[in-house]
Structure formats: structure tokens, C-alpha cells
């Protein structure tokens, strides 16, 4: 079992998929979660599933994009559970759009969850890891996207390189404080986001029918299934616990065999 008992967690993106998957996990493990979603009903949903299983669980509502939200996620997390052990920075959106017709609203919309709130969340956490005297770990979601471009997920698949990016960054300044940044690149999840990228493929022609679009590149993962949220919380697991703790600046793939890299 890694050693996650009383440790304190904040998962964004925590209200559904594969957040949800990774902060119920964890709970179980025995840590303290935040569960941090824009959607207030979903993220309380997860808390009280959490509460009711025997774990331990707040929600609060956040908009990553919004530094003042994600202030007020991190001192409400540390004044439930008395400091910040890991911060996820999960939450993420996507579209489906031809690479012609992505437009500077597309870009800005897409970007500004995806990299933008996962800079925030870092910056705002580092700080957290500071006053608490240093160390810390943050795992950022990035995507088989942040390893290769995707034509109709282009500005999708340049916030995720740009979340691999960061990762990076962060490891490399402030590795001397003992904080630590890794990233999960899933590959394609049964999740809500998944339908919308979908229906995108059918908007935009691209395919035809319902899932037509996922089953496609699910076929492309060598282990012959798309992948479930549970199939994350295994390496969620991994880098929140102290097992990780000489790890730095990876984005590990873990997406049933798509991509090599
Ligand atoms: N589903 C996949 O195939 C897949 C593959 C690779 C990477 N990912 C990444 O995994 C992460 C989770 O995706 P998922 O499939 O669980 O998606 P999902 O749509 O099921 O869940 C995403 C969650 O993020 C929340 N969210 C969105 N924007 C937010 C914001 N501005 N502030 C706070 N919360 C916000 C949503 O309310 C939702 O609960 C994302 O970063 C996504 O890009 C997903």
C-alpha cells in the first residue's frame, strides 16, 4: 500500500471522469481530498461519495482559469486538512475542430484550461509548499496529445505539449525545494469529454456515426481496449505517494500501448 494516510490532496477536474476516479482512489487510500470542480453539484456528489464510503473529502468550487478561485481552493484545502501535500491539476476541456477553422476565441477558450489553469496551479501551490517549508508534488493531466499533434485537436494537443512544457519547467527550478512535477498522459478514456470529442468528429464530418470517432483510435492501443478512469489511479497512485519522491519532470504514458515514446 503507498504510504497515502492523512496526506492532503487536491484533485481539479475531480467532479467526474477520470478526477473522480483518481480522488476516490485516493480517499480510500486513506488521504484527504479536495474535490475541485467547476460544477458545484458534481464536485459535492464526489465529496459525499467519498464521506459516505468512510473517507474524507471537501468540495469546493473552481474555475482554474481564475488565480483568486484557485487562492481560495488551496487555503480552503489547508484549513480542512492543515497543509497541501499534492496538487492535481486534472481539469481539462476539449474540442474538435479542422485545423483551418480553429479560430483566436478557439484557441484562447481551449488554452486557457488546459495550460493556462494548469500554471496557475502550480504557481499558486508552490507557493503553498513554500510557506510550509519546502516540498511537494504536483501532477499535472496532459494527454497522448501532449506527445503528438492531432490535425482536428490541434490547439487541444498544443496545451497538452505546453502542460509536458511546464512540467518540465517546474521540475528543473524547483527540484531543489523538494517539490516535484510529473505528468499522466491517458490515452482515449471513456469519459464525458470523449463524447464531446466525438460529436465533434460528426459535426465536422470527419465520421459518421456514435463512437465512431473513439473506436478508432481506441483501436490504435496495443493492450485492445480504450482505456477507463480506473486505469489511472494506479500511476495517480504512484506519483502522489513517497514512491515517486525521485521522480521529476516525467509525462508518463499510460494509455494501453498508443503511443511510444
Ligand atoms: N478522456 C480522455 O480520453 C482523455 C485523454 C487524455 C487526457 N485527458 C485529460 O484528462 C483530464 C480529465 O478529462 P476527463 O476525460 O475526465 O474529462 P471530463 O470532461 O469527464 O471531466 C473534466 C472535468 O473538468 C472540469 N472542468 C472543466 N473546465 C474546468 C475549469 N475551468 N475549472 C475547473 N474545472 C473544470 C469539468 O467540470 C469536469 O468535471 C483532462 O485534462 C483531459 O484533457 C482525457
Known amino acids: 500500500m503507498p504510504d497515502l494516510k492523512d496526506k492532503s490532496i487536491i484533485v481539479t477536474g475531480a467532479g467526474r471522469g477520470i478526477g473522480a476516479a483518481i480522488a476516490k482512489a485516493l480517499a480510500a487510500d486513506g488521504a484527504r481530498l479536495t474535490i475541485a470542480d467547476r460544477t458545484e453539484a458534481d464536485a459535492q456528489q464526489v465529496a459525499e461519495a467519498i464521506r459516505a464510503a468512510g473517507g474524507s473529502a471537501i468540495a469546493v468550487t473552481v474555475d482554474v482559469r481564475d488565480r483568486t478561485a484557485v487562492r481560495r481552493m488551496i487555503d480552503e484545502t489547508v484549513r480542512a486538512h492543515g497543509r497541501l501535500d499534492v496538487l492535481f491539476n486534472n481539469a481539462g476541456i476539449a474540442q474538435t475542430k479542422p485545423f483551418l477553422d480553429i479560430t483566436e476565441d478557439d484557441w484562447r477558450t481551449v488554452t486557457d484550461v488546459n495550460a493556462l489553469g494548469v500554471m496557475i496551479g502550480m504557481q499558486e501551490a508552490i507557493k503553498t509548499f513554500r510557506s510550509q517549508g519546502g516540498g511537494g ?6 494527454s497522448i496529445a501532449g506527445k503528438q499533434g492531432y490535425e ?6 498544443a496545451s497538452k505539449f505546453a502542460v509536458v512544457a511546464m512540467t518540465q519547467a517546474v521540475a528543473r527550478g524547483f527540484g531543489k525545494e523538494g517539490i516535484t512535477a510529473n505528468a499522466i498522459c491517458p490515452g482515449v ?14 459535426d465536422t464530418g470527419i465520421t459518421k456515426s456514435e463512437n465512431e470517432a473513439f473506436d478508432m483510435f481506441a483501436a490504435g492501443a496495443v493492450l485492445g481496449r480504450p482505456s477507463r478512469p480506473d486505469d489511472l489511479v494506479g500511476v495517480a497512485r504512484f506519483l502522489a505517494s513517497s514512491d515517486s519522491d525521485f521522480m521529476t519532470g516525467q509525462s508518463l504514458l499510460v494509455d494501453g500501448g498508443m503511443v511510444f515514446a
Open 189 to 202: 478514456v471513456a469519459t464525458e469529454m470523449w463524447k464531446v470529442i466525438d460529436q465533434g468528429f460528426r
Open 152 to 157: 482536428p485537436l490541434a490547439h487541444y494537443s
Open 137 to 142: 508534488k504536483l501532477v499535472n493531466t496532459a
